[in-house]
């Protein structure tokens, strides 16, 4: 039985892709339309520096945060796509200070975010109901230093990992296959995609908000110990000093190369996306180029 449900798994999709029309190219247009605003679809304050599509640089996405963390309940700047099921999205991004190739100060980092929606929106806002998967790059915990963060968070519990990588343009990944989700990333000009991290969510929602996020720290806001997520989200901090750009060449959206059959006991049982002893070769030649 198991053998005959990694089959069905396994099996690649055959259908046209209806995902493709989502992706975005970034010709010059004022406003950012189809895009969802994260602030603007729940009523949070506006933390966005400066946004514009193909206007700084023709072709590319220009957005930068004010200062703002997307981590547990805290939220920053946010574009995003509405995705019923399996996905795979990629980005071509690169994150860095206004006049250098590394943004400054530390946790200035932007990519791809794809988040569980809930109703919890400023006017009724409720504690431990976030549930997403990103991977950024950018400068972490330690100024001066480029790396990509992986972030997995569980009713606004989050679990992150910072690895070094090199600065610059690189095309970012996030796959979905049911219930596993798989961060990749490659810098330009390598071939191969390196996995950065893989979760597995018992998550029955076949919703997800999938777009872009960018964050920035700012010394000159003091750091709230204990932390008031209700307090720092409603805030805005226009005047504090950042110096953190996230641009976007292009995002594309597609329906992976596995398909996920439709039964939840095929996923606890026989998603091997999940087995935790599959190889990164392994990981890499299931999801394809």
Same mark, same amino acid.
């Given at each position: 039985?198991?053998?005959?449900?990694?089959?069905?798994?396994?099996?690649?999709?055959?259908?046209?892709?209806?995902?493709?029309?989502?992706?975005?190219?970034?010709?010059?247009?004022?406003?950012?339309?189809?895009?969802?605003?994260?602030?603007?679809?729940?009523?949070?304050?506006?933390?966005?520096?400066?946004?514009?599509?193909?206007?700084?640089?023709?072709?590319?996405?220009?957005?930068?945060?004010?200062?703002?963390?997307?981590?547990?309940?805290?939220?920053?700047?946010?574009?995003?796509? /509405?995705?019923?099921? &399996?996905?795979? !999205?990629?980005? #071509?991004? %690169?994150?860095? @200070?206004?006049?250098? +190739?590394?943004?400054?100060?530390?946790?200035?980092?932007?990519?791809?975010?794809?988040?569980?929606?809930?109703?919890?929106?400023?006017?009724?806002?409720?504690?431990?109901?976030?549930?997403?998967?990103?991977?950024?790059?950018?400068?972490?915990?330690?100024?001066?230093?480029?790396?990509?963060?992986?972030?997995?968070?569980?009713?606004?519990?989050?679990?992150?990992?910072?690895?070094?990588?090199?600065?610059?343009?690189?095309?970012?990944?996030?796959?979905?296959?049911?219930?596993?989700?798989?961060?990749?990333?490659?810098?330009?000009?390598?071939?191969?995609?390196?996995?950065?991290?893989?979760?597995?969510?018992?998550?029955?929602?076949?919703?997800?908000?999938?777009?872009?996020?960018?964050?920035?720290?700012?010394?000159?806001?003091?750091? /709230?110990?204990?932390? &008031?997520?209700? !307090?720092?989200? #409603?805030? %805005?901090?226009? @005047?504090?000093?950042? +110096?953190?750009?996230?641009?976007?060449?292009?995002?594309?959206?597609?329906?992976?190369?596995?398909?996920?059959?439709?039964?939840?006991?095929?996923?606890?049982?026989?998603?091997?996306?999940?087995?935790?002893?599959?190889?990164?070769?392994?990981?890499?030649?299931?999801?394809?180029?």
């Amino acid at each position: 039985m198991r053998s005959l449900l990694w089959l069905a798994l396994l099996s690649p999709v055959a259908s046209a892709d209806d995902l493709s029309p989502l992706g975005d190219e970034f010709d010059a247009r004022d406003g950012v339309a189809p895009w969802t605003l994260f602030h603007q679809a729940y009523g949070w304050p506006d933390k966005i520096k400066h946004l514009d599509i193909g206007r700084t640089t023709p072709g590319v996405l220009n957005l930068q945060p004010q200062h703002s963390a997307w981590v547990r309940d805290l939220n920053a700047p946010f574009l995003f796509r /509405d995705v019923q099921g &399996d996905f795979d !999205v990629r980005a #071509r991004v %690169r994150v860095r @200070g206004e006049a250098g +190739d590394i943004a400054g100060g530390s946790w200035s980092l932007g990519g791809l975010l794809a988040r569980v929606p809930n109703r919890s929106s400023a006017a009724q806002w409720q504690p431990r109901r976030e549930n997403w998967h990103f991977i950024t790059t950018g400068v972490g915990h330690l100024p001066g230093r480029q790396m990509t963060e992986t972030k997995g968070t569980y009713n606004s519990y989050s679990s992150l990992k910072l690895r070094p990588f090199p600065a610059g343009w690189v095309e970012l990944r996030l796959v979905r296959v049911g219930m596993a989700l798989v961060a990749l990333a490659r810098a330009d000009g390598q071939a191969q995609w390196q996995v950065r991290d893989r979760w597995y969510r018992m998550e029955h929602n076949p919703a997800m908000q999938v777009g872009l996020v960018a964050y920035t720290h700012s010394d000159d806001v003091p750091h /709230d110990i204990p932390e &008031d997520p209700e !307090v720092i989200n #409603r805030s %805005r901090e226009p @005047g504090a000093r950042t +110096d953190m750009v996230m641009e976007v060449d292009w995002i594309r959206f597609a329906r992976p190369r596995l398909a996920a059959v439709p039964d939840w006991y095929a996923q606890v049982s026989a998603n091997p996306l999940a087995d935790t002893g599959l190889s990164d070769a392994q990981v890499l030649a299931m999801l394809g180029d």
